[in-house]
């Protein structure tokens, strides 16, 4: 069986919902089959995707007819697509309209997407077991290519289920990009257990958002730590309606007093909170914790179903069929199998506590994570050093931590990074004091 073979057996039930529209899955079916006349199987695809009915269609087509598919969010610039593309070839590209990314090759319109057909033949030289490639990094300027097949995607999303016990009966709403790992998850889960997705690209910082929440009657709400911190700022109970029986935080660390707070919250309102561990490179998920019904705040859980997760060297390794691939630089690596053979370092260092409990201690490389993004830090200060910042950046997964010895303007800094690498301000701190001379290069 693969992911999305039981959508004739919902038929006529909702699927995507947006506005006053809803999509059946007998719709969603019928609207593939239009793009299986246009695509050959096995092609090498390009979503530059987003919230939308035709971006979620395009994908569920590659899945079901055996593409290749690399997933962008449209908000990544033309020049970061363009490249992509340079390095993959793809055979067809499918972005919004308003996104100007070739000139040439065959055009063909849907509504509000475009669909071009590059001169690119199909690759006989990449490797099926290839299904989807998505990025590991939002804002950075070197972001990862993760390899994925549709088994490790099937399996994780079955590994989900067995504690979210997703069914038809629950709705969800989009919060986070699907070019994203967490929200294509969030997507896959829902799709494949015949439940409803509001699709959505109004963040949940704006009172819109949680007015649709409420008359859309969304069961099942997905966030990240810096959404939570703006829950707890405009008091979450004000918004929390009775329909509300999940939550579901990944993505980074989120505050201890955010966790307890919004736990409170929960367990008043008999709400499920789930506090999840998980990176691209495992498609994604690899803990879990049922927070309203467990107290231990600072922990990352247990292993899903099916998974093993270790300490060695301090370092957590996990091992699932879950895990990735490989990563890819260009089209030549498509050509590769599976590299990680089911074992995948973390990058954090860990410890388990007597009851299987695992916490993350530390972290191994200089990566943060903001809403749910990676953050390559040394990028961000070899960007600030070359513009005549001496500057030091902190792991930190609550803000990006600057600390300088020397004057400067720290609005500047923070513009400077809001503008590059499209930051919030809120979550940049800045800091003056002396520390040893030779961090700061």
């Known amino acids: 069986m693969s992911l999305f073979d039981k959508f004739k057996k919902y038929k006529d039930s909702e699927a995507l919902l947006y506005d006053n529209t809803s999509i059946s899955y007998k719709d969603i079916l019928y609207q593939v089959s239009k793009f299986k006349k246009i695509i050959n199987e096995k092609s090498l695809l390009l979503l530059v995707s ?26 990544h610039s033309i020049k970061f697509i363009k490249d992509t593309a340079k390095k993959f070839q793809p055979n067809f590209i499918f972005y919004p309209n308003q996104k100007k990314i070739m000139n040439s090759g065959k055009k063909i319109f849907f509504n509000d997407y475009t669909l071009i057909k590059l001169k690119s033949l199909i690759n006989k ?50 919060t986070l990009s699907m070019a994203y790992s967490y929200g294509l998850s969030v997507i896959n889960t829902h799709l494949e257990f015949g439940a409803k997705i509001y ?11 949680w007015q649709i929440v409420k008359n859309q009657k969304i069961t099942n709400f997905s966030t990240v730590p810096q959404i939570c911190d703006f829950l707890k700022k405009i ?37 499920n909170f789930f506090v999840m561990y998980g990176q691209t490179e495992a498609s994604p998920r690899m803990s879990y914790i049922n927070i309203s019904k467990n107290n231990k705040i600072k922990s990352i859980g247990k292993p899903i179903v099916g998974g093993k997760m270790k300490i060695i060297n301090n370092e957590i390794v996990y091992f699932g069929k879950n895990v990735s691939l490989g990563y890819a630089k260009d089209i030549k690596d498509l050509y590769l199998g599976d590299i990680n053979n089911g074992k995948l370092y973390t990058g954090d260092f860990g410890k388990k ?19 749910g993004l990676r953050i390559d830090l040394d990028d961000i200060q070899l960007s600030l ?18 600390i300088y010895n020397r004057k400067y303007d720290e609005n500047l800094i923070k513009q400077y990074i809001r503008k590059k690498y499209n930051i919030n301000e809120n979550y940049i701190s800045c800091t003056k004091k002396k520390l040893k001379k030779n961090i700061f290069k």
């Open 235 to 271: 008091k979450f109970e004000k918004f929390l309606t009775k329909n509300i029986k999940y939550l579901t935080v990944a993505g980074g660390k989120t505050n201890d007093e955010t966790l307890k707070y919004i736990n409170n919250i929960c367990k008043l309102n008999k709400v």
């Open 385 to 402: 050093n070359k513009r005549g910042y001496k500057v030091f950046l902190n792991v930190n997964d609550e803000k990006i931590d600057i």
């Open 50 to 75: 987003s919230n939308t009915v035709l971006s979620i269609i395009f994908y569920i087509f590659s899945i079901k007819h055996n593409c290749k598919i690399i997933i962008l969010d449209k908000n």
């Open 125 to 174: 030289k990449i490797n099926d077991i290839n299904s989807i490639i998505l990025t590991t990094s939002g804002t950075t300027s070197n972001p990862k290519f993760v390899r994925i097949s549709k088994k490790n995607i099937f399996e994780n999303t079955y590994q989900i289920q067995k504690y979210l016990k997703i069914n038809r009966k629950q709705k969800t709403i989009t």
């Open 199 to 209: 699709l959505n690209e109004i963040s949940p910082v704006n009172i819109k958002f």
């Open 353 to 371: 506590d007597n009851e299987g409990f695992f916490y993350i201690t530390g972290r191994k490389k200089r990566i943060s994570k903001l809403f």
